[in-house]
């Protein structure tokens, strides 16, 4: 959660040539307690107080008891210290930047997108790369999904086009074996020797994501040892 920051003022102007020869030992802010453990300047405060260098050591400034010794160091060495409650960047494990996670793969992405459309209506003909549409003849009044309109959706997110028909998408990508499933392959259902009748989304551990019929609404399906469907099955694609 990105906090506030307090940068502090500049430092006050020496009072007398002794003085500069000598930098000005800055001493913390002074300090209240986060709940993250983090140290932030106290309300009214733009700049940490200074302490007085000692006379007979000018070359020393008198520590701060609520912070570690610091030697006052050389004008021509002056480090120039980050802005209150901001630390300096400490670098990764071998000096390398953290990098960003993987982007997942296109099965989990397509499968990701078919969930989030849990609940739409089945609507004959609808679907398409931007989601639900009203559909055509008995879908006519509809907007939603029907099945292969849903998995077109789906996988449009992934970068991948299908054609919204159950028959082409039969033929678009290749064959997967029923025990090489993975999230995001289509799965075919009924048409006898001819072309598919039904295709869902396979999510893993035997389910699916479809968009069954008229009347009906996009849900989950165990498929595989399911008596209407396990015995309809007719295989499976991976889109690429």
């Known amino acids: 959660m990105p906090t506030s920051e307090n940068p502090a003022g500049p430092s006050e102007p020496s ?11 800055q001493s913390p802010p ?14 009214g405060q733009s700049t940490p107080d200074q302490s007085t260098p000692s006379q007979s050591t000018p070359d020393q400034s008198t520590p701060s008891q609520n912070a570690p010794d610091q ?12 802005p209150s409650g901001k630390s300096p960047a ?10 960003l996670e993987k982007p997942s793969k296109k099965g989990d992405i397509a499968v990701t997108a078919a969930l989030e459309k849990l609940g739409t209506p089945f609507s004959w003909g609808g679907g398409a790369p931007t989601g639900a549409t009203l559909g055509i003849g008995r879908g006519a009044h509809t907007t939603g999904f029907d099945c292969s309109g849903l998995t077109l959706y789906a996988w449009s997110k992934a970068g991948v086009h299908l ?5 082409t ?9 029923l025990k090489d499933l993975r999230p995001g392959d289509l799965l075919f259902f009924g048409g006898g020797k001819g072309d598919p009748t039904h295709v ?13 019929k008229t009347g009906d609404v996009v849900r989950k399906t165990r498929f595989i040892d399911s008596p209407y ?8 694609t991976r889109p690429t």
């Open 163 to 167: 054609a919204h028909y159950t028959g």
């Open 169 to 177: 998408q039969f033929r678009q990508g290749r064959r997967v074996a």
């Open 90 to 99: 400490t670098p990764q494990s071998g000096g390398r930047r953290a990098t």
């Open 15 to 25: 009072r007398s040539p002794e003085v500069s020869s000598t930098a000005a030992s």
């Open 200 to 212: 869902g989304l396979y999510l893993g551990h035997g389910l699916m994501i479809h968009a069954p």
């Open 229 to 236: 469907y396990r015995p309809r099955y007719r295989g499976a």
């Open 71 to 82: 030697n006052t160091p050389n004008l021509k060495h002056t480090t120039t210290l980050p």
């Open 30 to 43: 002074s300090t209240t307690a986060t709940s993250t453990g983090a140290l932030q300047n106290a309300p």
